[in-house]
């Protein structure tokens, strides 16, 4: 079983400055259970949850204590957005609803149920069909192939973004991107070359990360 | 720094010398040179002031950066930008670059008369060297003391220790037979008092250049040209987002028109320089519908072709720490085997976790378990990438869209597609990074189809029906009106921007005070 990182001594590491560690703190405060979407539909949210399972399954890193991806995506699509879009794709939160729903859709047409009920294989070529810009649905409040492949490109950069900037996921991979210096003192590195790990940075409890 | 409590202050019904439209790569250095000649010089700039100790190395909050009001990637190869957008602040896409700064290869400026493609600069390298050395020597820049590929040159700073990535490329360009260095990075590597601003401290290896420099030893403008100005008596208005510009019967710019705290604010000025990057710069100026009797503002958009290879490693190689990108070769400028014209400079890559995370998943399709393992070794990887020419073509441009934002402006639309050029060089980078790689012992090696930086949307030349701006940088339309950032490249180059850009705006702030 994969052990779950702790990151208490992580996050009061001197080697971070108080915003950062402010900001980490927020981030590991963990979503309430009963998290109810506050920009997608309940329906479009379920299948956003099935799907970011299905494309980063969090276990080997984190354990039991997996995030949920669904829900931080949903509340950053209500904050500031990152200065812009595909031209091809109707506004950010627009083009979410309409992404999902066409998921669920094609399940239906293509095997009819709906996508957290399919196997993991048709759910997985799915997935690779919409990616690959091979699969969509040309009619209002959806969106075609191209334009899955353009959104796709965004659903999977918005999951990995949520996932590599929480300090579990840090320090579980023990990267130390955060340490990059102190208020008082701005460490940054001493070492930079390869196999020279400091020792207020974190080891890495995942097998992968590890030499 | 004093920037704040020494600074002058002109009112909007003074008729300043200049207002400069912009803090960046561009607009800085003109401001503090027209400022240490005398000249009243206003500078607005859209984005904030940000404190240099307040920056943080988290990702999603650093991109305060960013200029973040929406615009449109659109053509065959649109840009994610994120990240990889222009910035905004006193400071410019300054205050986020990666201070990669190597100098344009004598032989770009030319690209159209050596192979009948592209377009040519109308100077050469001997006009910009002056500037460029300039440049260099005010802001601060490290390089090794032998650079292979100009026996002539020297940097006043030894360069950062060189990371995991710098280490590998060595070794990956020895065994293919490539020339490499360390490249020249405009970061400073002991502390010094900088004229007008204070203490910079040495650079301390923390990798977050992209993220905002902590310390001050990234040369931006925010620590170099910027406080100069101020202390010559120039005016750096943040916040302030300029969205018209007013002419008199005869056709002068007499004033420009901004947004500052939701309220409108008139400034009057006898010249104006603008200097809002290559997509705003032409967004203003199609939006007003100035200066451009050519039909050119907006048009030969360009980019870098910055293709990126990652791989894997037996070592915990720890990409966020070190300066970033230190190893260079310029032996691939002309490379022999070419299938295409110009070419590219190679670098080795660290990177933030997730900018690269965020460049993995959006240049492959990988999923489930293997997209989880791939990103669990981020600490054993490592990368190294191009800057190579990007030819203008007709499909790519900057563009009003049909949708407004807040400011009451069209947002602005960017078509970008690589044409066969493009391509070519693509696959050719593509390879030759794949076997540097290779030989210096990378596993998992993965090929990131991607595009950098933005430029040429008012390029300069001598010819009026077809350039936006004369060699100087001066509308060939409007005589009070000066153009002074990334849109007057009138090639790409495969050189990173910032040190031609700001080598320019000196020429630029020359050519104003001679005319
Ligand atoms: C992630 C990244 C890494 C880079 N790394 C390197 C590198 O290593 N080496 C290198 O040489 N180059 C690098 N560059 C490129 C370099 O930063 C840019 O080419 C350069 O800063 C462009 O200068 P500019 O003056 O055209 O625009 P900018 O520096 O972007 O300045 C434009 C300014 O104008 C302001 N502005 C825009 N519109 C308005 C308006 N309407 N009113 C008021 N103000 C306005 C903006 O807020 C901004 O501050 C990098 C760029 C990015 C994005
Ligand atoms: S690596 Fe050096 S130059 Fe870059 S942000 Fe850190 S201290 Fe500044």
Same mark, same amino acid.
């Given at each position: 079983?994969?052990?779950?990182?702790?990151?208490?001594?992580?996050?009061?590491?001197?080697?971070? +400055?108080?915003?950062?560690?402010?900001?980490?703190?927020?981030?590991?405060?963990?979503?309430?259970?009963?998290?109810?979407?506050?920009?997608?539909?309940?329906?479009?949210?379920?299948?956003?949850?099935?799907?970011?399972?299905?494309?980063?399954?969090?276990?080997?890193?984190?354990?039991?204590?997996?995030?949920?991806?669904?829900?931080?995506?949903?509340?950053?699509?209500?904050?500031?957005?990152?200065?812009?879009?595909?031209?091809?794709?109707?506004?950010?939160?627009?083009?979410?609803?309409?992404?999902?729903?066409?998921?669920?859709?094609?399940?239906?047409?293509?095997?009819?149920? +709906?996508?957290?009920?399919?196997?993991?294989?048709?759910?997985?070529?799915?997935?690779?069909?919409?990616?690959?810009?091979?699969?969509?649905?040309?009619?209002?409040?959806?969106?075609?192939?191209?334009?899955?492949?353009?959104?796709?490109?965004?659903?999977?950069?918005?999951?990995?973004?949520?996932?590599?900037?929480?300090?579990?996921?840090?320090?579980?991979?023990?990267?130390?991107?955060?340490?990059?210096?102190?208020?008082?003192?701005?460490?940054?590195?001493?070492?930079?070359?390869?196999?020279?790990?400091?020792?207020?940075?974190?080891?890495?409890?995942?097998?992968?990360?590890?030499? | 720094?004093?920037?704040?409590?020494?600074?002058?202050?002109?009112?909007?019904?003074?008729?300043?010398?200049?207002?400069?439209?912009? &803090?960046?790569?561009?607009?800085?250095?003109?401001?503090?040179?027209?400022?240490?000649?005398?000249?009243?010089?206003?500078?607005?700039?859209?984005?904030?002031?940000?404190?240099?100790?307040?920056?943080?190395?988290?990702?999603?909050? &650093?991109?305060?950066?960013?200029?973040?009001?929406?615009?449109?990637?659109?053509?065959?190869?649109?840009?994610?930008?994120?990240?990889?957008?222009?910035?905004? /602040?006193?400071? *410019?896409?300054?205050?986020?670059?990666?201070?990669?700064?190597?100098?344009?290869?004598?032989?770009?400026?030319?690209?159209?008369?050596?192979?009948?493609?592209?377009?040519?600069?109308?100077?050469?390298?001997?006009?910009?060297?002056?500037?460029?050395?300039?440049?260099?020597?005010?802001?601060?820049?490290? /390089?090794?003391?032998?650079?292979?590929?100009?026996?002539?040159?020297?940097?006043?700073?030894?360069?950062?220790?060189? #990371?995991?990535?710098?280490?590998?490329?060595?070794?990956?360009?020895?065994?293919?037979?490539?020339?490499?260095?360390?490249?020249?990075?405009?970061?400073?590597?002991?502390?010094?008092?900088?004229?007008?601003?204070?203490?910079?401290?040495?650079?301390?290896?923390?990798?977050?250049?992209?993220? *905002?420099?902590?310390?001050?030893?990234?040369?931006?403008?925010?620590?170099?040209?910027?406080?100069? &100005?101020? &202390?010559?008596?120039?005016?750096?208005?943040?916040?302030?987002?300029?969205?018209?510009?007013?002419?008199?019967?005869?056709?002068?710019?007499?004033?420009?028109?901004?947004?500052?705290?939701?309220?409108?604010?008139?400034?009057?000025?006898?010249?104006?320089?603008?200097?809002?990057?290559?997509?705003?710069?032409?967004?203003?100026?199609?939006?007003?519908?100035?200066? #451009?009797?050519?039909?050119?503002?907006?048009?030969?958009?360009?980019?870098?072709?910055?293709?990126?290879?990652?791989?894997?490693?037996?070592?915990?190689?720890?990409?966020?720490?070190?300066?970033?990108?230190?190893?260079?070769?310029?032996?691939?400028?002309?490379?022999?085997?070419?299938?295409?014209?110009?070419?590219?400079?190679?670098?080795?890559?660290?990177?933030?976790?997730?900018?690269?995370?965020?460049?993995?998943?959006?240049?492959?399709?990988?999923?489930?378990?293997?997209?989880?393992?791939?990103?669990?070794?981020?600490?054993?990887?490592?990368?190294? /990438?191009?800057?190579?020419?990007?030819?203008?073509?007709?499909?790519?441009?900057?563009?009003?869209?049909?949708?407004?934002?807040?400011?009451?402006?069209?947002?602005?639309?960017?078509?970008?597609?690589?044409?066969?050029?493009?391509?070519?060089?693509?696959?050719?980078?593509?390879?030759?990074?794949?076997?540097?790689?290779?030989?210096?012992?990378?596993?998992?090696?993965?090929?990131?189809?991607?595009?950098?930086?933005?430029?040429?949307?008012?390029?300069?030349?001598?010819?009026?029906?077809?350039?936006?701006?004369?060699?100087?940088?001066?509308?060939?339309?409007?005589?009070?009106?000066?153009?002074?950032?990334?849109?007057?490249?009138?090639?790409?180059?495969?050189?990173?921007?910032?040190?031609?850009?700001?080598?320019?705006?000196?020429?630029?702030?020359?050519?104003?005070?001679?005319?």
């Amino acid at each position: 079983m994969t052990p779950t990182p702790n990151i208490t001594d992580f996050l009061s590491s001197d080697h971070i +400055s108080e915003r950062t560690r402010a900001i980490l703190q927020q981030r590991a405060t963990p979503v309430p259970e009963d998290y109810a979407p506050g920009q997608l539909s309940p329906e479009s949210f379920r299948i956003l949850r099935s799907v970011t399972n299905d494309l980063l399954p969090q276990e080997t890193v984190l354990g039991t204590q997996a995030l949920d991806l669904a829900a931080r995506i949903d509340m950053s699509l209500a904050g500031k957005r990152d200065g812009w879009r595909y031209a091809e794709l109707p506004s950010d939160i627009q083009a979410w609803e309409a992404g999902l729903l066409t998921i669920t859709d094609l399940a239906f047409t293509q095997h009819g149920s +709906s996508y957290p009920d399919l196997t993991p294989e048709q759910r997985g070529t799915l997935l690779d069909d919409v990616t690959k810009g091979l699969a969509g649905i040309d009619q209002a409040n959806r969106l075609n192939a191209p334009q899955m492949k353009l959104w796709t490109s965004d659903l999977r950069a918005e999951t990995v973004a949520c996932f590599m900037s929480h300090p579990a996921v840090q320090c579980a991979l023990g990267i130390s991107s955060s340490m990059t210096g102190g208020d008082n003192v701005f460490q940054g590195f001493a070492n930079v070359t390869p196999d020279s790990k400091e020792a207020f940075e974190p080891e890495a409890i995942v097998a992968e990360a590890r030499v | 720094m004093n920037m704040e409590t020494a600074m002058r202050h002109y009112a909007n019904t003074d008729c300043v010398d200049v207002v400069v439209v912009g &803090a960046g790569a561009g607009g800085s250095p003109l401001a503090a040179e027209l400022a240490r000649h005398g000249k009243s010089v206003v500078v607005l700039e859209a984005g904030p002031r940000f404190r240099p100790e307040g920056h943080t190395p988290d990702e999603p909050v &650093a991109n305060e950066l960013y200029w973040l009001n929406e615009r449109l990637s659109g053509g065959e190869s649109p840009q994610a930008f994120g990240g990889n957008n222009s910035g905004t /602040g006193l400071g *410019g896409s300054l205050l986020h670059y990666g201070a990669f700064m190597p100098r344009i290869d004598a032989r770009d400026f030319y690209l159209h008369r050596e192979t009948g493609k592209g377009f040519d600069w109308p100077f050469g390298l001997e006009t910009l060297l002056p500037y460029i050395e300039r440049v260099e020597s005010f802001i601060g820049v490290s /390089g090794p003391a032998q650079y292979p590929w100009d026996a002539k040159r020297r940097y006043a700073y030894a360069p950062p220790p060189a #990371n995991s990535a710098a280490l590998r490329m060595r070794e990956g360009c020895e065994a293919v037979g490539l020339k490499h260095a360390d490249g020249p990075a405009a970061v400073i590597t002991r502390d010094i008092e900088q004229p007008h601003f204070g203490t910079r401290h040495a650079c301390a290896n923390c990798g977050a250049c992209h993220q *905002g420099c902590r310390n001050g030893a990234k040369s931006g403008t925010d620590n170099t040209w910027l406080p100069m &100005a101020v &202390a010559y008596g120039a005016e750096l208005r943040d916040g302030c987002f300029v969205h018209d510009i007013e002419r008199d019967q005869a056709g002068r710019i007499i004033a420009v028109v901004y947004l500052r705290d939701g309220k409108q604010h008139r400034q009057r000025c006898a010249a104006l320089v603008l200097a809002a990057g290559a997509v705003e710069t032409p967004r203003l100026l199609l939006h007003t519908g100035l200066a #451009n009797s050519s039909g050119q503002v907006g048009e030969n958009y360009m980019t870098h072709v910055s293709t990126q290879v990652w791989g894997t490693f037996d070592q915990d190689m720890r990409p966020n720490r070190g300066y970033p990108s230190l190893t260079i070769t310029e032996d691939l400028v002309r490379p022999k085997d070419a299938d295409f014209v110009g070419g590219y400079l190679v670098q080795s890559l660290g990177m933030m976790p997730v900018t690269w995370g965020l460049n993995m998943v959006r240049g492959t399709t990988i999923r489930g378990q293997s997209l989880t393992d791939a990103l669990s070794r981020y600490n054993r990887s490592a990368g190294i /990438g191009i800057n190579g020419e990007c030819l203008p073509r007709p499909e790519n441009r900057v563009s009003l869209s049909d949708e407004t934002d807040a400011t009451g402006m069209r947002k602005p639309r960017i078509d970008h597609s690589y044409g066969p050029n493009e391509l070519a060089m693509h696959n050719h980078a593509a390879r030759t990074l794949s076997d540097i790689w290779k030989a210096a012992g990378a596993q998992d090696i993965r090929v990131i189809d991607r595009a950098a930086h933005m430029s040429g949307t008012c390029r300069m030349g001598t010819d009026g029906s077809s350039c936006v701006v004369d060699p100087v940088g001066r509308s060939f339309d409007i005589e009070n009106l000066w153009i002074c950032d990334h849109s007057v490249f009138p090639s790409a180059t495969a050189a990173n921007p910032a040190l031609a850009i700001m080598a320019l705006s000196l020429r630029t702030a020359e050519a104003m005070l001679a005319a």
